[in-house]
């Protein structure tokens, strides 16, 4: 059996869950699921990363020990997850003891291997990224250094274990030209290797001002740099150290989904990390892009951050998975417009797949007394439908293994226009009184086209296409890729149908 590993990235705990976290989660759910879809044996990880001094931090604001709090807001990631129908096979806490063991594990082998080495610590920190920068990337405004992604910096001088990331310059250039496919999309990686033939400097992976991390194995004055202590819960969650694990088959992990604030970490730190533990570097790294809300950046000092939960209970959970992954190419950044979702809706949604399936239900219902219709052979009239859909799944496949999610719901949404066309024009409800055959055929054709989309669509949309499946009398046991080369038989009572979505009327 094929098997696929994806990840998202582990999440910081000193806030609560918002619609960038909802988003990367949600397009590894989506991969998932088709992968399974597709007869593969699949491992999707998510979690949550707890250490480190911003969340040390945010702990001391809220009064709590960092324990106590790290259990509480991990909580909520927890319960998102089950509330957005994410269909992950673990979630890993960085606080548990099977992570600190890999930590400590990976350590002593880079150490082992003469990876890291004890030095001095000078230079700027930004707390909010965890992420250490040159002078040269800073601006100064009032007195105070910003980093690029606009966190304040603060001068840090410390003793410091250091990773020789400077070592690894050529061959992390000659890993991402043997592997094209490593970073996408394609802009981003040009972004990654002109970093890295700028020059790389050693990093440092330890700090001794603050407590709340994985202790360095044999110096207990140093906790392990968050970085390093984070990207580890990808091989800590399939068994590392013990590579006899049961899960260590996953391994490497075929895409890690991350927004482009994090490419860094993960498309040059962690195979180089990889590499000098002799372990091999994940296959791929998918930056996607930011949300921004109604033209404006999301930040809690504007009050315009998007809660996910509220999207739900407003729209529905299908709806919100749809529209997020539909409207935006994934990559690209995009502006979330309630505009927009209600258009989507209303428009490919409830007009669209929700019409066609209603008509065509009904017609069966009324027509052919709930049965399902014998296989009709095809027509000279049928071509436009059956071109739209003979290769839909394939093409799907491929956009989905490209991870341009936007590009496999348009195509689909594209053979649903075609189908919706196909009924106006063959006219089943005007055949009942010219031509019964050729009225079973065309309801038979439709009832094909809707099983294909509900099919391929449970990965957007699970509860919704569980419906429509039960409405085409699907069984439970044939709702993935291979069981579509077995046509349903003739005669498969359909219960009546019932409206999918529901339209939205805009607000002002
Ligand atoms: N803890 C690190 C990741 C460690 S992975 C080994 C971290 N956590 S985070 O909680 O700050 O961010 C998680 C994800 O949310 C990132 O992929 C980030 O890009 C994403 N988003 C945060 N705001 C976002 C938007 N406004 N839009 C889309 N995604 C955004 O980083």
Redesign the pocket.
């Given at each position: 059996m094929p098997r696929t590993y994806l990840t998202?990235?582990?999440?910081?705990v000193?806030?609560r869950p918002?619609?960038?976290?909802a988003?990367?989660s949600l397009a590894t759910d989506v991969l998932a699921r088709w992968k399974r879809l597709d007869g593969h044996e699949v491992f999707f990880l998510t979690g949550?990363?707890e250490h480190g001094q911003k969340v040390e931090k945010a702990a001391q604001d809220a009064g709590m020990d960092p324990q106590s709090f790290t259990d509480q807001v991990s909580q909520h990631f927890r319960d998102l997850a089950v509330r957005m129908g994410f269909s992950n096979d673990d979630f890993i806490r960085t606080t548990e003891e099977r992570h600190k063991r890999a930590c400590t594990a990976l350590w002593e082998v880079l150490a082992a291997r003469g990876e890291i080495y004890l030095g001095h610590y000078e230079g700027w920190y930004a707390v909010r990224d965890?992420a250490f920068y040159g002078p040269d990337e800073l601006v100064e405004r009032d007195g105070v250094k910003y980093a690029p992604s606009g966190a304040p910096v603060e001068w840090v001088r410390e003793p410091s274990y250091f990773f020789r990331l400077s070592a690894w310059q050529d061959r992390l250039l000659e890993f991402y030209q043997r592997n094209p496919d490593f970073i996408a999309p394609a802009s981003r990686r040009n972004e990654v290797l002109s970093f890295v033939r700028s020059g790389l400097q050693d990093l440092s992976v330890s700090r001794t001002s603050f407590r709340w991390g994985v202790k360095v194995p044999g110096d207990d004055a140093h906790v392990m740099y968050?970085?390093l202590d984070?990207?580890t819960?990808?091989i800590t969650a399939v068994g590392y150290p013990d590579t006899e694990a049961e899960r260590w088959k996953f391994w490497p992990a075929d895409v890690?989904?991350?927004?482009?604030?994090?490419l860094r970490?993960?498309a040059i730190y962690?195979p180089a990390f990889l590499m000098a533990a002799g372990i091999a570097p994940p296959r791929r790294v998918f930056?996607?892009?930011?949300?921004?809300n109604e033209g404006q950046?999301?930040s809690k000092s504007l009050g315009n951050v998007i809660d996910p939960l509220a999207l739900v209970e407003e729209y529905g959970l299908d709806a919100v998975r749809y529209f997020l992954l539909r409207e935006v190419p994934f990559g690209n950044?995009g502006d979330f417009q309630r505009k927009a979702l209600i258009a989507r809706l209303n428009g490919e949604l409830a007009d669209g797949l929700g019409n066609l399936a209603q008509r065509t239900l009904t017609l069966i219902q009324k027509n052919c007394e709930g049965r399902l219709p014998p296989e009709a052979p095809r027509t000279e009239s049928d071509a436009a439908l059956f071109g739209s859909l003979d290769g839909l799944i394939g093409t799907v496949g491929a956009s989905l293994d490209a991870q341009m999610f936007h590009a496999a719901l348009e195509s689909i949404f594209a053979s649903v226009r075609e189908a919706n066309g196909y009924i106006t024009q063959q006219q089943p409800w005007a055949l009942k009184k010219t031509d019964l055959v050729r009225m079973a055929a065309v309801l038979r054709h439709l009832h094909s086209a809707l099983r294909v989309y509900a099919t391929i669509l449970q990965p957007f949309m699970p509860d919704t296409m569980a419906r429509l499946l039960d409405q085409l009398g699907v069984p439970e046991g044939a709702r993935d890729l291979a069981a579509l080369a077995n046509p349903l038989p003739e005669g498969t009572a359909l219960p009546p149908p019932a409206p999918l979505f529901r339209k939205i009327e805009e607000t002002a």
């Open positions: 998202t990235p582990i999440y910081y000193n806030d918002h619609i960038g976290h988003y990367t949550t990363d965890e968050v970085w984070a990207l819960n990808y890690h989904f991350v927004g482009k604030d994090i970490f993960h962690w930056a996607h892009g930011w949300w921004t950046k999301i950044d």
